[in-house]
């Protein structure tokens, strides 16, 4: 069992920056896979960016490449996603996610633990 812990959502306007941390109650095998998900209101929750724990493999939507970064300390077991240049379209509940990755890092099914959510507003 992991419980992950999510801290950072707020109400910022557009172009602003955020930075979300999520930490681990342990950290798994250095294979698995960390992301970061949102749910925009009314929509299905959508995959954000993702990393393995080993570092390798960073992942991300087209809608925020160049954007977001997605990073992890392997000392704390804490996950970070960077939001920079922020969208009215990034509003949304943000989940960070963690699991074995088998279904590759974009894919919902590779994650079995997940945050309670932080709710990220950008106004225009």
């Known amino acids: 069992q992991v419980r992950l812990v999510e801290s950072g959502g707020g109400l910022v306007q557009a172009g602003d920056s955020l930075r979300l941390s999520c930490v681990a109650s342990r950290r798994a095998f250095s294979r698995d896979a960390v992301g970061w998900f949102r749910q925009p209101p009314g929509q299905n929750r959508e995959f954000v960016a993702a990393?393995?724990?080993?570092?390798?493999?960073?992942t991300y939507a087209d809608s925020v490449k160049g954007r977001f970064t997605v990073s992890r300390d392997n000392a704390s077991a804490t996950i970070y996603l960077q939001m920079n240049d922020l969208k009215p379209e990034d509003t949304a509940v943000y989940f960070c996610g963690e699991g074995p990755g088998s279904w590759g890092l974009p894919s919902i099914k590779s994650y079995t633990y997940w945050s309670q959510g932080t709710q990220v507003t950008v106004s225009s």
């Open positions: 990393i393995r724990w080993s570092g390798v493999g960073a």
